[in-house]
């Protein structure tokens, strides 16, 4: 066989040598072919000639225009979508978000990873998704539950993204509640302005056999996919109640532990009280109880000692099913309260916090942060993660407050915990905040 010089096109050298200097992470090749035609060819019937081909494989780095180094660990509930509607949404640094719903081509700015969510609710006799009369509208008789988006959506959307987190419903301990579409001048409801609201309100029986069919619609769809239980509101006795009673439902109806991949919780502290503002009580609990914690001390809401017993709660729960070597996340959590507490709720005088300080709502946002990345437990946490107890976590919200026609910051929760500004578009006080420890936490905030 013949020695042949062979000449890379000088396109190939160029990029070549671009992609060097670029310096991406990402490799790929790059084959070129040189063959020495003969003088009779195959057509023309000639057999025996030697063509000397030869290869020659040029390994280049793949240039990501949007690659960007980001915190995994830490991220954003999104209440509007899609997120690039934000200018400088990348500057935040953060590796993950949800906006409670599914996405088949999810917004993904600078490589961020969008977490799916299946909404589920219990049937209801009325065909409403949510209603919170319960004597107009009961649960409908053989118990069912519904679901959104469909199969052949959810189906579609798996196989379009392999090895996406998916969690499965949203608060299913959250009964349906009632709220006021328009107040009056003097601050009350007037009739029929009450309209129902909720979340994925579901008896605990129901959430079993619910997570059973969507996991395995899912699983099917693409093995790869991580699926996530849906959280409950916090780690109190009643809603570890409600859970044990999905745990040992599902053992009961499938002969086997219910399969999770990531364990999955919220850390509100909110009091628990039957037609109370707040957690309410989990649908579905023996003896229909009307009470739980945090009845007379709002001061709890952003307090650092509940916080944390709630999370280890938590994870002595899961320890007790053999499900302590699972990750868990904290999908949704944040302050929610917006103001001074008084009698009853002050702890007989002695709350003073004010939750409209923008100094504590920031305070508190970063202490958890901490909190979430340096609080290990080899007793309960994740071995394989330093024993960390909590390895990813998203802060509520990315966007809950607005601007009104005279430049005053609105919203219907605390108008400090919001990262962006949905009116002008702009980073807040506690975007800045989000953004500076991101940044400053790299190294740490990447996952095991």
């Known amino acids: 066989m013949r020695l042949i010089r062979l000449r890379l096109p000088i396109q190939i050298v160029f990029v070549a040598i671009l992609a060097v200097i670029l310096g991406a992470a990402v490799w790929t090749t790059v084959q070129t072919t040189s063959s020495v035609k003969a003088a009779d060819s195959e057509q023309n019937g000639s057999t025996g000639i030697l063509t000397d081909v030869i290869t020659t494989t040029v390994y280049m780095p793949l240039v990501s225009n949007d690659y960007q180094l980001l915190a995994k660990r830490i991220g954003y509930s999104a209440i509007t979508y899609p997120i690039t509607r934000y200018p400088t949404i990348r500057n935040l640094s953060a590796g993950w978000y949800l906006d409670w719903g599914v996405q088949t081509a999810p917004i993904r700015p600078g490589g961020i990873e969008y977490a799916q969510m299946i909404r589920v609710h219990q049937k209801l006799a009325c065909g409403d998704w949510t209603n919170a009369n319960r004597s107009a509208c009961p649960y409908a008789q053989p118990l069912d539950y519904n679901y959104a988006p469909s199969q052949a959506a959810i189906e579609a959307i798996a196989r379009a993204n392999p090895g996406n987190l998916w969690y499965i419903g949203n608060e299913m301990d959250r009964v349906d509640w009632l709220v006021c579409e328009e107040y009056d001048a003097s601050g009350n409801c007037p009739s029929g302005k009450l309209k129902s609201a909720g979340q994925d309100e579901m008896l605990p029986q129901t959430y079993a056999r619910a997570y059973h069919d969507l996991y395995t619609i899912v699983k099917n769809a693409d093995p790869t996919a991580r699926i996530g239980i849906g959280g409950v509101i916090q780690a109190t006795p009643l809603r570890l109640q409600y859970l044990t009673i999905?745990?040992?439902?599902?053992?009961?109806?499938?002969?086997?532990?219910?399969?999770?991949?990531?364990?999955?919780?919220?850390?509100?502290?909110?009091?628990?009280?039957?037609?109370?503002?707040?957690?309410?009580?989990?649908?579905?609990?023996?003896?229909?109880?009307?009470?739980?914690?945090?009845?007379?001390?709002?001061?709890?809401?952003?307090?650092?000692?509940?916080?944390?017993?709630?999370?280890?709660?938590?994870?002595?729960?899961?320890?007790?099913?053999?499900?302590?070597?699972?990750?868990?996340?904290?999908?949704?959590?944040?302050?929610?309260?917006?103001?001074?507490?008084?009698?009853?709720?002050?702890?007989?005088?002695?709350?003073?916090?004010?939750?409209?300080?923008?100094?504590?709502?920031?305070?508190?946002?970063?202490?958890?942060?901490?909190?979430?990345?340096?609080?290990?437990?080899?007793?309960?946490?994740?071995?394989?993660?330093?024993?960390?107890?909590?390895?990813?976590?998203?802060w509520f919200a990315l966007d809950s407050t607005y601007q009104d026609a005279n430049g005053q910051l609105v919203s219907g929760l605390n108008k400090y915990a919001s990262l962006f500004n949905g009116t002008t578009l702009e980073m807040t006080k506690a975007g800045k905040l989000f953004q500076q420890f991101a940044q400053a936490n790299l190294d740490g905030l990447n996952e095991p």
């Open 246 to 394: 999905i745990w040992d439902t599902y053992k009961t109806l499938y002969g086997q532990d219910m399969p999770v991949d990531v364990w999955n919780v919220h850390n509100f502290v909110l009091r628990e009280e039957k037609n109370g503002f707040g957690a309410e009580i989990p649908p579905g609990l023996p003896g229909n109880p009307t009470t739980g914690l945090y009845i007379g001390n709002d001061c709890t809401h952003t307090d650092p000692a509940t916080f944390d017993k709630q999370i280890r709660d938590f994870r002595q729960w899961m320890k007790a099913r053999g499900q302590q070597e699972k990750p868990l996340t904290v999908n949704e959590y944040g302050i929610l309260f917006a103001h001074i507490p008084s009698a009853p709720n002050n702890n007989n005088g002695k709350c003073k916090i004010n939750f409209g300080d923008e100094t504590v709502v920031n305070n508190f946002m970063l202490w958890s942060f901490d909190y979430f990345l340096n609080t290990k437990d080899c007793a309960l946490g994740y071995t394989a993660d330093d024993c960390r107890l909590v390895q990813r976590w998203l």
